[in-house]
């Protein structure tokens, strides 16, 4: 599987971004893809996850409420809708995917390039 993140820039505070991870391999209907992001000096940390079954998508507490995962497989795209956006918000943001839920990066087997959220306040 070879994931493609893109739909970063740069925001106000209190904007709005949506995120896209295009996949390309078969059965991507069946893997589980998770968006991480990694601020300057900070680690990788988890974001959202949305598994086959799109009623089990699962959001990080710092995002939750004001963000939404969703996933297109006619597409082979999942998209990460954010809303409100914060300046903590800034990092570099990466899909991966996998076999089976999970929330550590370290479980992810694919990974996409990273694309850049930058918020300003």
């Known amino acids: 599987v070879q994931l493609q993140a893109s739909g970063g820039g740069s925001v106000q505070a209190g904007g709005s971004l949506r995120l896209s991870c295009a996949a390309s391999g078969r059965a991507f209907s069946s893997y589980a893809v998770g968006w991480f992001r990694q601020g300057p000096g900070k680690d990788r940390e988890f974001v959202a996850v949305?598994?086959?079954?799109?009623?089990?998508?699962a959001y990080a507490d710092s995002v939750k409420g004001r963000s939404t995962i969703s996933r297109d497989d006619a597409k082979n795209t999942v998209y990460l809708i954010m809303n409100r956006l914060k300046s903590e918000d800034t990092a570099v943001y990466y899909c991966?995917?996998?076999?089976?839920?999970?929330?550590?990066?370290?479980?992810?087997?694919?990974w996409g390039q990273g694309t850049q959220v930058t918020v300003s306040s």
């Open positions: 949305i598994p086959w079954s799109p009623n089990r998508a």
């Open positions: 991966a995917a996998r076999w089976g839920w999970a929330t550590m990066p370290n479980e992810y087997d694919y």
